[in-house]
């Protein structure tokens, strides 16, 4: 069974303090990883697609990095404005079709 | 960028009435869209994925004839609630799949489903 955990569950940062998000998957045949960002009460706004390990992506204040055990959500410099929940999800094989996992992501509070 | 939008985004109902969701992807064509529950304060349940032109696939323990979903065209996907109970009170989230060299998933703002 694909499983798709994020640590910490939640994560008090102060203004300018940089800091990292994981997200560790045991999935088969993956096809992708993406990362997310949501507000209380609104749908995932799309951040980040990763194919493959080694692979990199930035936006910002906000970094991507890919293994293939793991992703990382790095965060420089956060602003209050970067307070959200942060999803990681992956695309995978199963069963003949593909299937999306989400984890229970983190819970971001950048402090002024 | 891909946009994807749901009606309504909050909808309160009677127990035993049926609601429809609808969601549409506003400048794409989606053949592939997903529906999702969430409940406070976890992550999303894949609930079926939807494909144009055929029939929905369910994840394990959703009920088939509770949710009914049809995917009309390739811009629009409808989740119908049927015979709803307080216990299908939840926030649904619905995506659009754009596949190709950029596959990924764009989420539409979520429908609250309060069921009285």
């Known amino acids: 069974e694909d499983q798709v955990t994020q640590s910490p569950e939640a994560l008090r940062l102060q203004e300018g303090e940089s800091s990292s998000l994981n997200c560790s998957y045991t999935?088969?045949?993956?096809?992708?990883l993406f990362w997310y960002r949501q507000d209380p009460g609104k749908g995932p706004e799309f951040l980040f697609t990763?194919?493959?390990a080694g692979e990199e992506k930035e936006k910002e204040r906000l970094k991507a990095t890919l293994t293939k055990k793991e992703s990382f959500l790095h965060i420089t410099a956060p602003k209050p404005e970067d307070s959200a929940t942060y999803l990681c999800?992956?695309?995978?094989?199963?069963?003949?079709?593909?299937?999306?996992?989400f984890g229970t992501g983190t819970k971001l509070q950048v402090i002024p | 960028g891909a946009v994807v939008s749901q009606h309504p985004s909050w909808v309160i109902c009677k127990s035993g009435t049926s609601v429809k969701i609808e969601c549409r992807s506003l400048?794409?064509?989606?053949?592939?869209m997903f529906w999702y529950r969430q409940f406070p304060k976890q992550s999303l349940m894949l609930m079926a994925t939807?494909?144009?032109?055929?029939?929905?696939?369910?994840e394990q323990g959703v009920e088939k004839d509770k949710f009914l979903i049809n995917h009309a065209s390739l811009t629009l996907s409808t989740l119908t609630v049927t015979s709803a109970h307080p216990e299908d009170s939840s926030f649904y989230i619905c995506?659009?799949?754009?596949?190709?060299?950029?596959?990924?998933?764009?989420f539409g703002p979520g429908t609250r489903l309060t069921v009285l």
């Open positions: 995506s659009a799949r754009v596949g190709g060299t950029t596959d990924t998933q764009y």
């Open positions: 999935v088969s045949g993956l096809r992708g």
């Open positions: 939807s494909n144009e032109g055929s029939k929905a696939t369910y």
């Open positions: 990763l194919y493959s």
């Open positions: 999800a992956v695309l995978a094989n199963s069963g003949g079709y593909q299937k999306v996992t």
């Open positions: 400048d794409f064509q989606a053949t592939t």
